[in-house]
């Protein structure tokens, strides 16, 4: 028996890779074409938008609680957000949530500890990066941190926003982000945390100039190991 996956969505291309990984990965673990049963249930990316641009995190866990609430009674086991940003109301979250939770952050910090990394740059959307969400976890992992300087913020906002949720995936805007990574290495970070989930679908290990470490797929893989954990 494997447990049943609840994915709490807010963008779509992040939430489609993460989807995707639990799929395909899955097969890996339990056989051709098996995956553990998965549930999403995502409310308009607009919504969560204008609860962000107005600092109001309670309106941000109550979309959250509402489809906590839906893939619960969808039959779900457990939950996980494919969107590193609205972490920071998952606090607000638990208390109430029907389903315990993986936390993405937390899934990051546990591999660049296995992969012995101490200095972690953190990139994403200025309400990720300027949060705390990665830095509790990195530092509760006994990791330090670097955050980009603020016109990286900046444009790295930009293009999450306006090219990657979109699925538009630009070289220019590849190379940017390999220019605010190899600045972070530059500040002695000896890897990166892909902290927005739409980030890897132009940034990887091949192309970054630090190792990275992918919230995505890692959150995607704590999930599988937790919905198969005694399957057989």
């Known amino acids: 028996m494997t447990r049943h996956i609840g ?3 807010c963008s779509a291309e992040g939430a489609a890779l993460c989807y995707r990984t639990i799929c395909r990965e899955g097969a890996e673990l339990l056989g051709p074409h098996a995956h553990p049963e998965v549930s999403m249930h ?5 919504d969560y938008v204008t609860c962000l641009d107005r600092g109001d995190l ?14 619960a009674a969808a039959g779900a086991d457990f939950l996980i957000c494919p969107d590193n940003t609205i972490h920071q109301a998952l606090p607000l979250v638990l208390p109430r949530s029907p389903l315990p939770w993986l936390h993405i952050a937390d899934e990051v910090a546990k ?6 990394y101490r200095r972690i740059g953190i990139t994403g959307t200025t309400w990720l990066v300027d949060s705390n969400v990665y830095p509790d976890s990195l530092m509760a992992y006994g990791l330090a ?12 906002n930009r293009i ?3 090219e990657l949720v979109y699925g538009r995936f630009e070289p220019p805007s590849v190379a940017t ?20 989930t739409e980030i890897p679908l132009i940034i990887d290990d091949a192309n970054s100039p630090l190792p990275t470490l992918d ?13 198969t954990s005694g399957a057989g």
């Open 7 to 9: 994915i709490v969505g």
């Open 42 to 46: 995502t409310p308009s990316l607009a």
């Open 58 to 71: 309670d309106g941000v866990a109550e979309l959250m609680l509402a489809s906590a609430r839906k893939l």
């Open 111 to 116: 591999e660049a500890v296995r992969r012995g």
């Open 145 to 156: 941190f670097a955050r980009p300087e603020e016109a990286d913020r900046v444009e790295a």
């Open 160 to 162: 999450i926003m306006d």
């Open 177 to 196: 982000f390999q220019k605010i990574i190899a600045r972070l290495k530059g500040d002695g970070c000896d890897a990166v945390a892909l902290g927005c």
């Open 215 to 227: 919230s995505t797929r890692l959150l995607a893989r704590a999930a599988l190991a937790r919905a």
